[in-house]
């Protein structure tokens, strides 16, 4: 991952995906999470998360932590100085010198992005839309092409504030691979529409380009919390359907119910559930992508010690890591994550 040159970055500051056990650790970290607590011995202490764009990692601040806690709050960039221990099988840093930067923090070294390159990404994207017969459909398609305000936030945006996709340019990553796996759906099930399934594929989360916000930290905005991308998203599309002469309606409905339904369930945030088969195809393989992404930053991330994963509070689970657990990637695992993103790109995938 690429190292940027900022003023923010003190000497020897180390990126969280490199640090280990029982090393000193210093550098500019911005606080995910905050929290004041007391020992029981009625002491106070401030338990951290701390994280930039490589990672994040628990920490504690034993001195002088009411006085410290005041000089920053949740969100905000730190610089510190620490020495790392392991706790319950974790690296924990123990957090010995704190204050504010002196310099403005640069947001590339807090904010994690997508793998692969944007362009690309774009151009594997377009290839697949332009698989698309329906002259309404293409053309619903083309106004958001051509919307630049739009194509400029859906590059950028990321698909989630946790747990899948979750860095800029995540959106168009989590969209090009749903309609990747709609292309083969709809070429392996010949009772779908693939028009209209790779259609929504690439409309079903375009509402996120409203429903998140991101500079130092990705955050939801006001109208992402009091609406939803799934409404933001049928907003949106109704909005280019003004513009377009003799859109057929029936066409119109069930796009808006691809796009409301793709959650699956209404506890899963779903105004409905999906109740034809590109609704259900979607909605599968919209899960699949968020959960597989999720769960392999999870897996890749983990820092238990030993064959398994920490429990993960999502899935109410342990993971066997199998090869994942390895400190140094094989030169076949090397091959192997070379193949997958030419896959990525790859038209005929």
Not at 12 to 30: D, F, L, M, N, P
Not at 198 to 214: N, P, Q
Not at 215 to 235: A, P
């Amino acid at each position: 991952m690429t190292e940027p040159s900022t003023d923010c970055r003190p000497k020897g500051h180390i990126w969280v995906e490199k640090i280990e056990a029982e090393t000193r650790v210093s550098g500019c970290y911005r606080v995910k999470k905050k929290k004041l607590s007391t020992t029981r011995n009625g002491n106070p202490f401030l338990s951290l998360i701390l994280a930039d764009k490589t990672g994040e990692l628990p920490a504690k601040v034993w001195d002088r932590a009411e006085d410290l806690s005041k000089l920053f709050r949740e969100g905000e960039v730190i610089e510190i100085a620490g020495q790392t221990t392991t706790y319950q099988g974790q690296i924990q840093l123990t957090v010995s010198r704190l204050h504010t930067p002196s310099e403005t923090p640069d947001p590339d070294m807090f904010v994690e992005t997508s793998p692969f390159d944007t362009q690309e990404m774009m151009r594997s994207l377009r290839t697949i839309l332009n698989q698309v017969k329906d002259i309404h459909l293409k053309a619903l398609i083309d106004g958001f092409w051509k919307d630049r305000k739009f194509i400029d936030l859906f590059k950028n945006a990321p698909a989630a504030k946790n747990f899948h996709h979750n860095y800029l340019g995540g959106l168009l990553e989590h969209t090009l691979s749903v309609c990747r796996l709609a292309t083969q759906a709809a070429d392996h099930y010949s009772s779908l529409n693939g028009d209209l399934l790779i259609t929504a594929a690439f409309l079903h989360d375009v509402g996120k380009t409203r429903e998140f916000s991101w500079n130092m930290k990705i955050d939801y905005t006001d109208e992402g919390r009091l609406v939803g991308h799934l409404v933001l998203g049928v907003t949106m599309v109704d909005k280019k359907l003004m513009s377009l002469k003799n859109f057929p309606e029936g066409l119109a409905v069930r796009l808006r119910h691809l796009i409301l339904s793709h959650h699956g369930q209404y506890n899963f945030g779903s105004p409905k559930e999906p109740k034809f088969l590109e609704a259900f195809a979607l909605h599968l393989l919209d899960d699949l992508d968020a959960k597989m992404n999720g769960l392999n930053r999870f897996m890749e991330r983990d820092r238990q010690e030993g064959a398994w994963t920490d429990f993960n509070r999502m899935f109410h689970k342990y993971f066997l890591k199998s090869a994942i657990a390895a400190t140094q990637e094989t030169d076949e695992k090397k091959e192997t994550k070379e193949s997958r993103q030419g896959l990525l790109f790859s038209p005929d995938f």
